[in-house]
């Protein structure tokens, strides 16, 4: 399990399997399509917990861009939520050992936190690489890094 001091006063952690099924669904080379998906989990007080990934299925993927079906994504959203988990984030991947954080990825994770329907404080926002991953959180007007890691 990984953990993360968020802020000083939040807090979160990502289960293993969470790290295996990134690290599994990496870019392998740099002619892989770019894949993505969304983060759930809990939350308990200022500790949040993802546990449990999808991956996107229908969309349009590239080398450098994943634009997702937003009903299949709201459906998972939904069919997570009956299960007791939270959407909390998303994720997508880079082809590069060490990823980075691009403007367009920025300005999309914004929106996306402004036009949700939540009461968290912010969401997550998962970036990997084919030898890191970077953690950031994401609010109405900035993204943060706030971890990376190599795989384990």
């Not at 299960?83 to 880079?94: A, T």
């Not at 691009?102 to 939540?118: N, Q």
Request: hydrophobic share 35%; aromatic share 16%.
């Amino acid at each position: 399990m990984y953990k993360i001091d968020i802020n000083g006063k939040n807090f979160l952690e990502i289960d293993n399997n969470v790290i295996d099924f990134l690290y599994n669904n990496r870019q392998k080379n740099f002619f892989s399509y770019e894949i993505s998906g969304q983060l759930f989990g809990r939350v308990c007080g200022n500790v949040f917990l993802i546990n449990q990934i999808t991956k996107t299925t229908e969309a349009y993927f590239s080398f450098y861009r994943v634009i997702p079906n937003r009903i299949q994504e709201q459906n998972d959203i939904n069919d997570m939520f009956t299960k007791g988990y939270h959407y909390l984030g998303d994720w997508h991947s880079h082809p590069q050992a060490i990823p980075q954080i691009s403007k367009l990825d920025e300005v999309s994770v914004v929106d996306c936190f402004k036009k949700s329907t939540h009461s968290l404080p912010f969401f997550f926002h998962i970036i990997i690489g084919k030898e890191k991953f970077n953690v950031y959180t994401v609010d109405e007007i900035d993204v943060n890094k706030v971890a990376s890691f190599d795989y384990i």
